[in-house]
Structures are given as C-alpha cells and as structure tokens.
C-alpha cells in the first residue's frame, strides 16, 4: 500500500471500519478523509465481482495521489476514484452531490487541538488533530450527501462517545448499530465503531465486544496473536496475527 513518505500511516481501525461497513451491498459510496484510500479498496476488495462505485474526498494532494495509485495497484481504478477538497466545501465536489449515496465512510481526525502531543510533520497533525475539519463537518457533510435512509460508517475513539452521539443527532442521523473494540480482554475500549442511518427511526443494537488480540508465549518469549474472531471480523489482520498493531490515530 503506497503511503507519503511523510504522512500520516493508516492503522488497524482503518481496516476494521472497511470490515463493519461490508455486509449490505452499496451503488454509491463516498469516503470522506479517504487518506490512502484503504477504506474504500478494504470495502471494494470484501466485493470484487460487484460493480459500485467510490469516491474518496481529501484535502491532502499527497494522500489523494496515493489513493489512485494504490486504486490502480489493485486493480480498482473503475470504481475508485480519489478527488482532492475540503470536507466543509462539499457543495463544490461535483462528484458527490446531494442525497446521491447509500453510504458514507469515516475515519476523522480524533483529536482536538491541545488533546494530546502535536506531531511535528503538517500531514500527520492534519490526519491526526481536528484542524481542517472538526467531527461536526465530517457529518454534516455525510448527511448532506446521504439519501434518506442512507448510511454512515464511522469510527472513533470511545472517550468522545458523547459528542458523536450528539453530532449525529443534530444532523438527522440515528445510530443503529455500535461495537466497541478492545485491544485484549482485560482492557478498556480503545475504538468504537458506529452504524447510523440518515432519517432512521430510533433503535440502537450494541454488539459483542470485539477483542483483537490475546497474549501466548513462543520459544522467543510472549507474542501477541490476534483472536479467531477478529480474524473472523476482519481477515485483513492475518497478516498481523502474531503482533500487536497501533489502534488509534
């Protein structure tokens, strides 16, 4: 997966989130803060035989011209189509009009400005802190461009549970389906993952807790492997199995 070189690197909750959006079959999808593009090819590889089509909005120039190589790289360069904008300026996107999607995926930055350690590289602290974009403009511009009873993928941190919830209220979006993800058992949530439905009528279901990974011993000394059901929840962490990967932005 081609990434700048002094960017922000895609982790394990841009995987997960390709994984909970997969399960109902969309015409048209937008990826809002696409990055690299590995939520939409995570999407678009679960359904390589479907014809949809994606279309994956970043502010970054870099990002956006990574995202179209690795579209190309794979093989989805017909149903990916990465365009450079600003998330608050969706009026000018002619590619992602309004009530036009059946879903909308999104990884938004999780931090406030002053939450936390700013990194010194400008693409990393756009990817990572709320200064281009705050989580209000990434949902209302998905609900902008929802049609009714249109979805919204999205991921998080559990520590803004609140003001997600919040957010999605005000802008006519009602979450339907939530799991929170635990890096082992024995530990607090470090993602959330959440369903909401443009115009749906209220009812949250809560999933099982999601645990990626449990501690073994090797001839080397302790491993990390990640857990059946992460495997089974998202068969990208194969790859990983057997180490622990960074799980938050």
């Known amino acids: 997966m081609r990434q700048p070189e002094n960017g922000f690197r895609f982790s394990v909750d841009a995987l997960l989130l390709a ?142 549970a609140n003001r997600v919830l919040q957010v999605l209220n005000a802008h006519r979006l009602e979450p339907k389906r939530l799991c929170l993800v635990h890096p082992y058992k024995d530990k607090p949530a470090s993602l959330l993952l959440l369903e909401a439905r443009k115009g749906g009528n209220p009812g949250l279901s809560v999933e099982p807790p999601l645990i990626l990974y449990a501690r073994g011993e090797s001839p080397a000394g302790q491993v990390n492997h990640a857990t059946p059901e992460a495997i089974s929840f998202c068969p990208f962490l194969r790859c990983n199995s057997s180490r622990a990967i960074h799980l938050a932005s």
């Open 19 to 160: 994984c909970f959006a997969a399960g109902r079959l969309p015409e048209r999808v937008a990826d809002l803060g696409t990055g690299c593009g590995v939520i939409s090819l995570g999407l678009l590889l679960h359904y390589p035989e479907h014809d949809f089509q994606i279309t994956g909005l970043d502010i970054n120039p870099d990002m956006i011209s990574a995202a179209g190589a690795n579209a190309r790289n794979l093989g989805f360069a017909d149903r990916f189509t990465s365009v450079h904008g600003d998330v608050r300026n969706l009026a000018d996107i002619s590619r992602l009009q309004t009530n036009d999607c059946d879903l909308v995926l999104c990884n938004p930055p999780y931090r406030l400005l002053g939450q936390g350690r700013t990194p010194s590289a400008p693409a990393k602290c756009l990817a990572k802190f709320e200064t281009d974009g705050r989580l209000e403009d990434f949902v209302r511009g998905a609900s902008r461009i929802l049609k009714t009873r249109g979805r919204l993928c999205m991921v998080h941190l559990p520590e803004h």
